[in-house]
């Protein structure tokens, strides 16, 4: 526990690689389409819950993980945005189901830690382009689920996307108060 809260803030913080490709603007709402880097990734998978419990028990273990649960038991220092795959239900609402995707370290993508953890698996992910939408504050599903329209009405006519999933992202130690960083991707297809 003590290595997941020294890596969450003494930790080095790298920024999961991607290039942005084009940026827009339409009703007031600013977006950009970008390239994400593929790589190994953390993951943790929760169903049955919804998406804000979900989180409660996912986050946790990834912390762990990357705090020094590990079979070399070694903190690795924190990439941001983690990020979670949500499954919208025709509706709009979300199903529940949760993936969450922490991007290995550069340092550690040949050869990362295994997780003591076993809910916890090291999956490889092709790099993803995506629509990506930014917006502030301690964001909870309804924040993401309204987001994420907003930014489909901003697409509308103009982009393809995936309509089965999209990923939420936080770039934010839950200790900081102000000048939060959220988004939420639509995958472009």
Do not use: H
């Not at 996912?58 to 979670?84: E, L, R």
């Amino acid at each position: 526990m003590f290595g997941m809260i020294k890596n969450s803030l003494f930790g080095s913080v790298e920024t999961w690689p991607w290039q942005v490709l084009s940026k827009g603007d339409k009703e007031e709402v600013s977006y950009e389409e970008r390239t994400c880097e593929g790589g190994k990734f953390a993951t943790v998978e929760v169903t049955d819950k919804p998406v804000d419990e979900a989180l409660r028990e996912a986050m946790p273990k990834v912390m762990k993980y990357v705090g020094g649960t590990n079979d070399k038991g070694i903190g690795m220092g924190m990439t941001v945005p983690i990020s979670f795959a949500v499954f919208p239900s025709d509706d709009g609402s979300l199903q529940k189901k949760i993936k969450v995707w922490f991007r290995i370290p550069n340092q550690f993508q040949s050869n990362p830690p295994v997780p003591s953890d076993n809910s916890i698996k090291i999956e490889e992910r092709e790099s993803i382009t995506v629509y990506s939408m930014q917006f502030g504050g301690y964001a909870k599903e309804a924040d993401y689920v309204a987001q994420a329209a907003q930014l489909r009405t901003a697409l509308e006519g103009t982009a393809t996307y995936r309509s089965d999933i999209y990923f939420c992202t936080g770039y934010d130690p839950p200790m900081k108060p102000y000048g939060r960083r959220n988004e939420v991707w639509l995958v472009k297809t």
